[in-house]
């Protein structure tokens, strides 16, 4: 396993010269996924122009260097995105999708393949995100109650 140190967070902000891009947002509004990218891709400002006008998080998705402790999902040891993740959203592929990170990925290290076969759903600058959604990012968020309710 490599060191705390060289593990990434694969939800990180675009960063040039020390982020990589690792996929590149498909899908729909209310199931967006993530297209993983052949190999991850040093962001450079070329990247980060690609974007515009939108912020690069809503178009893209990039790994750096794991937080640990100075992140605020990192809570217990763990990436409790990750964490929540395998708990509240269900899987979105069978197999394993490709992945240019996931012998540095702190999601595979700490979740396994389960998270792997959840990471597509995951989108880090969501404007609609689905009560899931909110609950993986923030743990006090309370269930939503449905229209019946």
Not at 35 to 61: K, W
Not at 62 to 85: E, G, L, M, P, V
Request: negative net charge; contains cysteine.
């Amino acid at each position: 396993m490599p060191d705390e140190k060289e593990l990434l967070c694969p939800s990180a902000p675009a960063h040039p010269g020390t982020s990589v891009l690792i996929g590149v947002l498909s899908g729909t509004r209310e199931e967006p996924r993530i297209v993983p990218t052949r190999e991850a891709m040093p962001v450079d400002q070329e990247i980060i122009e690609l974007a515009r006008p939108v912020s690069p998080g809503e178009v893209f998705r990039f790994a750096d260097t794991c937080q640990t402790s100075a992140c605020i999902h990192f809570k217990n040891a763990a990436c409790q995105i990750a964490a929540r993740s395998t708990e509240l959203l269900d899987e979105v592929t069978q197999r394993l999708p490709h992945c240019p990170i996931r012998a540095q990925c702190r999601w595979f290290h700490q979740e396994g393949p389960d998270m792997c076969r959840r990471c597509p759903q995951i989108v880090t600058k969501q404007y609609a995100p689905s009560a899931a959604v909110l609950r993986i990012v923030d743990e006090d968020q309370p269930p939503q109650l449905s229209d019946s309710d």
